[in-house]
């Protein structure tokens, strides 16, 4: 079990400038969540799949944003025409999705910081 | 609109000591609540648990108490210690329409040696 791993765990960009975040869950966890978390407060849900299905979308996940999980394995986040308002922690969680209890693995997240 | 409500915002206490994090709901279809640990620069990491057909549950010093009824659940750290000063989460979510977690706001935690 080698964890969730996100990349880049900083990105620093323009406003303006498209920016995409990728996350490896843990390999044998079919369902993938993307949680933005703001300094001060609880990750917030964006966006979840089921293998490559992306079943669930969050209001706060404006048209800027798209998320992708080709083939039910790593997914992406991009985020186009960066607002300030966008600077936050994104996180990747995974879960097996099967049974009783589904507890989320988290990654370490990336950063982003909009000058 | 927030669906968990999570209090103390910041708590201190002294080595030995067992502090307690409330969290109170309204959506009564939340059927599984879980308890988040966040050191800085790293991930909520679980800690532990609860379904809502148990009253309590203890994984080593770290308990959840859980009242349905009042639609409230609480983390209790039983002997404290400076390595367990992090940010602590509760959150809730229904595991039957996707299981999105719903996170506090967060409680800061202190263990001072």
């Known amino acids: 079990d080698t964890g969730v791993s996100q990349d880049p765990r900083h990105k620093i960009t323009k406003r303006g400038q498209n920016v995409t975040f990728r996350c490896d869950p843990i390999?044998?966890?079919?369902?993938l969540y993307w949680y933005r978390q703001t300094l001060g407060q609880g990750p917030e849900f964006l966006t979840y799949?089921?293998?490559?299905?992306?079943?669930?979308k969050s209001r706060l996940l404006s048209d800027r944003f798209s998320a992708e999980r080709p083939k039910g394995s790593f997914s992406t986040l991009e985020i186009q025409r960066t607002e300030q308002g966008d600077s936050a922690m994104y996180l990747c969680?995974?879960?097996?999705?099967?049974?009783?209890?589904?507890?989320?693995?988290f990654g370490d997240g990336t950063r982003l910081s909009i000058l | 609109q927030q669906q968990v409500k999570q209090s103390p915002q910041s708590l201190i206490v002294q080595k030995g000591g067992i502090p307690i994090i409330n969290c109170a709901y309204e959506?009564?279809?939340?059927?599984?609540f879980p308890w988040y640990q966040q050191f800085p620069g790293k991930g909520p990491a679980l800690l532990i648990a609860?379904?809502?057909?148990?009253s309590e549950k203890k994984e080593g010093r770290f308990t959840i108490s859980f009242n349905k009824s009042a639609k409230q659940f609480s983390l209790h750290i039983m002997d404290s210690q400076p390595g367990d000063s992090a940010t602590y989460f509760c959150?809730?979510?229904?595991?039957?329409?996707?299981?999105?977690?719903?996170f506090g706001t967060g409680t800061s935690l202190t263990v001072i040696p």
């Open positions: 959506n009564t279809a939340f059927d599984y």
């Open positions: 390999s044998e966890h079919n369902r």
């Open positions: 609860i379904r809502p057909d148990v």
């Open positions: 959150a809730a979510s229904i595991m039957s329409t996707g299981n999105q977690f719903y």
């Open positions: 799949f089921q293998n490559e299905a992306q079943l669930e």
């Open positions: 969680a995974s879960s097996s999705g099967w049974g009783g209890n589904q507890p989320q693995h």
